[in-house]
């Protein structure tokens, strides 16, 4: 065979191959498969054998296409979320229901761009295709897109198919055991958990704003969020001198990109300040030469009133202990002179408080009171000064009462007569029979005074941390940490700690309310007890007695002051001893001298006595006052000229006199 190729090149017809089967010739015609179709070819053909006649005989081969179809069962519709992609499976197939492999895609946009939608991409699997659709997370839903794909392979017809897809959002809601109500006192914050979810599932990373329905900007000062494991926790401060006895409504709108937006309202109640009576009884006989004690009492307090409804989660019940109330009394003499004195009276745990003795001098005619008590927080406890005139009760007193009165206020004259006819054996009486031995008692106990504040100085700065222990779980219910390079874990030593206090009790004999020490470590550490806790101080050395009598101090009031909470069995949540942690503070700064490491500042009520006080004291006072706040150290440097013990002696007696006030913690 040989063979003419009419039309068409050798790189498209590559051969004509001739092979003969048993009555025939099979003529194979080669063709390159790369010839697009559709197309046709004639190939003349010369059949020839040696001795036989030649013969031609033209053939036509047409290079035809597969038809092709996409499969009606394939995906043409989709939605997704903005952080999802679309997915669509399409069979390409032949006209035989054959899968067509190895076929590639093209695609249009029919609306929407190459922002919005980023890729279209076509992978195999063994029986379809699946086409991935890749979307901009940034588009805003809900939004919907149209993409002609079309498919094809060599040989193959093409193949059209529409798809949509939508940009859905998703649907969320906020959980039905979301709170929507807090009572609150006016110094306390407002919080609320809020499940803003989808499918049961915490949005995670969402925005939150917020509208004030009732209520102003000056009112709540802050709404912040913080998002938790499987909850938002909402924080709603306030300006407590605001807001007592009022509601605030507010709503809270959550928001995420792709998610839908959910609000929130909420109510905030906050109570009323706490109203109470003050009752004064004056214990003694009102009368001239005679000693009189003000017994203060602040009776039917609102507060009591407020926990008896439980009708409210209150976090903790607002209580006066530990306030002071100024007592201002005026001496009205015959001549019409008057002399007015102040003092401090604190509130113990039953709501009163007796203050020291007052003398009511001779000549007094009429006596006035005034009784203030101004709240440690102004913000949930009411101001309240209440005044009085009790009168006084006659009396007719003889000589020897009236005797020293009349030498030191009328007989000057007297006096000095007296003074001239005796005064040689007066002086010598006074002198070895008074003077000296007071000279001798003073000195030893002035050294005595010294001592004790050199070890209370000493102990302080030794402090470093406080852990207040539940007694019957051994879990720690309040720590303070004082500073210092070494540390204590509450959680780890306190079991510990229990169970070697808990022997040296039975060394002691048991006795719960005594102070114990041992050795822990680098620490000494000294414990005091009562039936329900253990308080533990621990210190890099020794203190003083008066520093483990604060301890003891303070374990007494600690028990006291959260009876209430610990009750017969305590839940194992510190929170209320957390919230009142200030007040906790100052106590412990009181009862372990930590105020000393404080500014101290002047009690300007006691400022017309500063003239009683001795000329030295009456610098430091002045000195204080003028710098407004003044620490120990400060004071020590300033009159460093002056012998150290003496100011620190001064400085003590004019805080144990309340000429000076301690740092205020709470």
Request: net charge negative; hydrophobic share 40%; charged share 20%.
């Amino acid at each position: 065979l040989s063979y003419v190729l009419l039309n068409g090149t050798s790189s498209e017809i590559f051969d004509v191959v001739l092979t003969q089967v048993v009555d025939a010739y099979v003529v194979y015609v080669y063709i390159n498969s790369s010839i697009v179709p559709v197309k046709s070819y004639q190939i003349n053909l010369t059949f020839y054998k040696h001795g036989y006649e030649n013969q031609t005989w033209t053939i036509t081969i047409t290079i035809d296409i597969h038809p092709t179809a996409i499969d009606p069962s394939s995906d043409d519709v989709e939605s997704v979320y903005t952080d999802e992609d679309g997915a669509f499976t399409i069979i390409y197939e032949t006209v035989e229901n054959v899968f067509i492999g190895g076929a590639e895609l093209s695609y249009v946009l029919l609306d929407g761009n190459s922002t919005e939608i980023s890729d279209v991409v076509l992978t195999p699997t063994f029986d379809a295709y699946i086409v991935y659709v890749y979307i901009n997370s940034s588009i805003e839903p809900v939004k919907i897109y149209q993409i002609e794909l079309t498919f094809y392979k060599h040989g193959y017809e093409n193949q059209t198919w529409i798809i949509t897809i939508t940009i859905d959002i998703h649907p969320t809601a906020i959980d039905s055991s979301s709170q929507v109500l807090d009572t609150i006192y006016a110094d306390e914050d407002s919080e609320f958990i809020i499940i803003y979810e989808a499918e049961d599932t915490l949005i995670t990373g969402a925005d939150m704003a917020y509208n004030i329905i009732n209520g102003t900007s000056a009112e709540i000062l802050t709404i912040t969020y913080s998002q938790r494991t499987d909850h938002y926790v909402i924080t709603v401060t306030f300006d407590e001198s605001l807001i007592a006895g009022k509601n605030f409504t507010i709503e809270l709108v959550f928001s995420k990109h792709g998610y839908e937006i959910q609000s929130w309202i909420v109510t905030i109640s906050v109570f009323e300040k706490v109203t109470y009576d003050i009752d004064v009884e004056i214990v003694g006989t009102v009368q001239q030469l005679n000693t009189i004690q003000f017994q203060i009492t602040l009776a039917n307090l609102s507060s009591a009133d407020i926990q008896a409804l439980s009708l409210v989660d209150i976090k903790y019940v607002p209580s006066p202990v530990g306030d002071f109330v100024t007592i201002e009394y005026t001496f009205v003499f015959a001549n019409g002179t008057r002399v007015t004195h102040s003092i401090q009276v604190e509130i113990g745990s039953d709501y009163t408080g007796l203050s020291e003795e007052i003398y009511i001098p001779w000549m007094v005619g009429e006596i006035y009171y005034t009784v203030t008590y101004t709240p440690t927080n102004g913000a949930i406890i009411e101001s309240q000064t209440i005044s009085n005139n009790p009168g006084l009760y006659p009396i007719s007193p003889d000589f020897a009462t009236l005797l020293p009165y009349l030498f030191q206020e009328f007989t000057v004259y007297m006096i000095v007569g007296l003074a001239l006819t005796a005064i040689l054996f007066i002086s010598l009486t006074v002198y070895f029979a008074a003077i000296r031995p007071r000279r001798q008692r003073k000195s030893a106990s002035k050294k005595r005074y010294l001592d004790k504040i050199s070890k209370i100085l000493t102990s302080v700065l030794s402090l470093r941390k406080v852990i207040v222990v539940h007694n019957e779980t051994g879990l720690p219910l309040y720590e303070w940490d004082l500073g210092g390079a070494m540390t204590v874990d509450s959680s780890l030593v306190s079991g510990f700690l229990q169970a070697v206090s808990g022997m040296g009790g039975e060394i002691s004999g048991g006795e719960a309310q005594a102070v114990r020490k041992i050795d822990y470590g680098q620490f000494c550490v000294t414990s005091a007890s009562t039936e329900d806790l253990t308080t533990y101080l621990f210190s890099t050395g020794d203190i003083s007695i008066d520093v483990e009598e604060g301890i003891a101090s303070f374990n007494k009031w600690f028990n006291k002051k959260f009876q209430g909470t610990l009750g017969e069995q305590w839940d194992g949540i510190t929170d209320v001893f957390e919230q009142a942690s200030r007040v906790i503070i100052d106590r412990l700064s009181e009862d372990l001298f930590i105020w000393t490491l404080y500014p101290l500042s002047v009690n300007p009520i006691k400022e017309k006595d500063t003239l009683k006080l001795d000329s030295f004291s009456q610098k430091l006072y002045k000195f204080i006052k003028d710098y407004k706040e003044v620490t120990i150290s400060v004071s020590l440097e300033y009159f460093n000229k002056s012998p150290v013990e003496e100011t620190l002696s001064k400085l003590f007696e004019l805080v144990d006199s309340s000429f000076l006030l301690r740092k205020r913690l709470r």
